[in-house]
């Protein structure tokens, strides 16, 4: 997972002054995390099924694991589990068997920490994701090629991605070329466009440039888009522009699924 911290995010969705962006990045992630630990879970036991990375980058790129795994580049999902920075107390809407919901106190891991700072040091963030797949890849020749989510809200202050992004692109398993999928969200009241087959209709060259080092979407993670109400046409990319908070959410869970369904 790739994490735009850049000063930006601390602005809201489609410039309102409520949500911030960084915010609700970080509890989709520290959601997703968890969602991937339990499906994990086997007979009480947690299998390493995946291996996680998290780079933030804002001022510089970096992990952006928070506590014990701080600083650590790609950790397997057991260790994920036994290593949450902390657990925070939210509030939960669940059924009260009577046909209504009442509120209820649980308790919500936390691995990453809402930040926004600095510039947006997007090729340097692909380049320190390619040192660490090309590492897994030579000790993974034939796993499931990985998969990397990348989420920003603005176009790179360190030059152009495309160069970096066809890289990572032409890299993979025997299984299959690694998956680089992005998802731009705006400060912008803006038309989102999800999951297209082509460029046509991408309002700038940024649009474009993101669209072309997105893969196109096997039929695995077709399905799971699917399953969570998004319609993918034939040739669709996994590439979503001006993304709202939904799209945020789907696009971390169709990124996370197809494994399981396989």
Known sequence: MLLDQSGSMADGFGGSE???????????????????????TKAEEIR?????SIIG??????SAFSGVLAGKSLVPVGEVADNPARLDTRSK???????????QQVRFPIWIDAAASGG??????????KGILDQWLSEHRNGFPPTVLHLTDGESTDGDPSAIGQEL?????SDG??????????????????YPATDTGLPDDFAKSLFGISSGLPESFRR???????????????????GDPTSVVQFFEIGTRPANLR
């Open 93 to 103: 809407k669940v059924p009260d068997g009577a046909g209504g919901l009442v509120e």
């Open 57 to 62: 980058y804002g001022g510089s790129s970096q």
């Open 48 to 52: 390493n099924y995946y291996y996680v």
């Open 18 to 40: 409520g949500l911030r962006k960084c915010d609700f990045v970080a509890d989709v992630v520290n959601k997703t995390l968890h969602d991937l630990v339990i499906r994990c």
């Open 224 to 242: 799971a888009a699917e399953q969570t109400g998004v319609k993918v046409a034939e040739g669709g990319r996994g590439f979503v522009f001006n």
């Open 169 to 173: 692109l032409s890299s993979g398993t």
């Open 177 to 194: 070329a690694i998956l680089l999928f992005n998802c731009h969200v705006s400060s912008q009241r803006s038309a989102k466009v999800e």
């Open 120 to 129: 947006t040091p997007m090729c340097s963030a692909l380049s320190q994701a």
